[in-house]
């Protein structure tokens, strides 16, 4: 292990920094709790990059008394002012964090994770930050990959905390990862900083405060070169699960993910998992997934559990959550003329343009009758195409799109009926109304439309 001290600890932070972001002076949003760690987060980056790209955001959870909070917030203005500064406050509002806990059932410390990882990255995007910066550093590496071979967690989750990730449109950095608690503290010592320290640190209750004040001190006790032990368990855990080239994303190929040994299965499910759910992945859910790939010829198949659904169509496996399905069940936007791009939920978008290929829909505007809307799929849609009138669910079913995903197919629709389905995205095929029909001379005043997933 690569040792530090608070002199050279700029040159390297600065180095570190580069390497993770690609740039000198990144444009930068960080996490400041107040704590040792996200001042020195903090107060590291304003003697890195340009103080004018450096957002400092509090996110106030409420969940402590307000006299404290007060008091740490006050704190936190002073030094950011005495490091050239501004602090932005982010307030979660009353009872949020409980009302989420209750609503999920994980506890108050997931909740709030939930709430702070959204306020930060809607913060970001209005800041024009590419970039989230969490002061995570070298002991919570340690408490995090130790609490999970407590837990005897699969190999993917031994890997610890990533030094980067991408998380909706902005990349989060942890640029302190190798750097102990101890050197922080003497680095924000020799600046003469002053930290504040969170009451709920000592409260053992707390899984993560357990691990910290009492499991790890014991596990150190009787292993003296314990950061040496825990981190080649999660030296190993990379280098198993290297090699797997995989962007986060709710589908992926069935041919691909079958060609992974048993960690880079993993890696991609958990991938998938964390890009839409806010729960644990079961492992038993892993185990029926891949037994499904063992044996997998191209049948329609799908597996659930706890509120989610893979389901295997074709050549890509898909997962969608049952809680989003109300995103599709009321929605309805109207289409007109003049419309290039419509969003519509979780990333979908009906595009319109002047080229297109020979399987995407071509469409007069002036052939709609009345209003023109898109929406998802209702119970007794039907469809009038070349070979006679059919259910839109009979249709989307010979496309073979799984059961789950149907619901989720954009459909144009006039006054008239169902003019056009967008099935192609879950790997069936786009359709057209017969009425649609263009002659080859009308070609060329037509749009292709098409939907695409963002």
Known sequence: MQNFNPLTIEKDF???????????????LAAFSGGCDSLALVALLSKTINKSDIVAVYVNHRLRPEEELEKEVQLNRENCKKLGLE?????????????????????????????????????????????????HHLDDQLETVYMRMLRNSPVTSLRGISEKKKTGNVSLVRPLLKYSKNLLESYLRNAGLQWSEDSTNTDNSIERNRIRNIELPRFAKENPDYVEKILK????????????????????????????????????????????????????????????????CGQEETVSANGAVFSFSQDTLFLTSIKDDCLFENYCQELEENTVNLNLPLNLRISSNVAGDSKTLRIRFSDFKGKVVVRFPHEGDRITMAGGTKRLSRVLQD?????????RVPVIEDENGICAVFGRIYGGADRLAARFRLEDEQRDTALYYTCLID
């Open 14 to 28: 600065s180095e570190n920094l580069k390497a993770l972001t690609g740039t000198a002076n990144p444009r930068i």
């Open 87 to 135: 602090l932005v406050v982010s307030d979660l509002g009353k009872d949020a964090v409980q009302n989420l806990a209750k609503q999920r059932g994980n506890g108050l410390e997931e909740a709030a994770r939930i709430l702070r990882y959204k306020a930060l990255e809607v913060l970001a995007e209005n800041h024009n930050c590419p970039f989230i910066a969490t002061a």
């Open 233 to 296: 368990v999660r030296e190993n855990a990379v280098s198993e699960c290297s090699g797997v080239d995989f962007q986060e994303t709710d589908k992926v190929k069935i041919s691909s993910l079958k060609a992974l040994n048993k960690a880079g299965r993993m890696v991609v499910l958990f991938g998938m998992w964390e890009h839409v759910m806010t729960t644990l992945l079961p492992q038993t859910l892993i185990e029926r997934v891949n037994g499904v790939l063992d044996s997998y």
């Open 399 to 407: 496309m073979k799109i799984p059961p789950a995903l149907r619901k």
